[in-house]
């Protein structure tokens, strides 16, 4: 079993910054891609950031220049540091990662946090 738990999330005010974590637990070979999405009232999950697992990044353009996502591959944690809030912002956000569960595993799972609630007041 594999259980992915992000926390960091809270409210904060517009221009001010959060640092969200991903921790992943269980069996765990090695971790590929992990990502974050959000997703706000009434619209569709989309992806804001991602990280493979030799660190090369990619954001989406309204995140770019102001988030910045890492990763501890030692710990199996992730990290989405969002600076210069803004109050479209505000969603769910989700941690994704593409895990290998043991040495033998020869494809690559998809596992899913809860959510954390990002409120950002203008």
């Known amino acids: 079993q594999v259980q992915l738990v992000e926390s960091g999330g809270g409210l904060v005010q517009a221009g001010g910054s959060l640092r969200l974590s991903c921790a992943a637990s269980g069996s765990i070979f090695s971790i590929d891609a992990m990502d974050w999405y959000r997703q706000a009232p009434g619209k569709r999950r989309e992806l804001v950031a991602a990280?493979?697992?030799?660190?090369?990044?990619n954001y989406a353009d309204s995140v770019k220049g102001r988030f910045t996502i890492s990763r501890d591959n030692a710990k199996n944690t992730g990290y989405l540091q969002m600076d210069g809030l803004k109050p479209e912002d505000t969603a769910v956000y989700y941690c994704n990662a593409e895990i290998k569960p043991t040495a033998g595993s020869v494809t690559s799972y998809s596992y899913w946090g809860q959510g954390t609630q990002v409120t950002v007041s203008s």
């Open positions: 990280i493979t697992s030799g660190g090369h990044t």
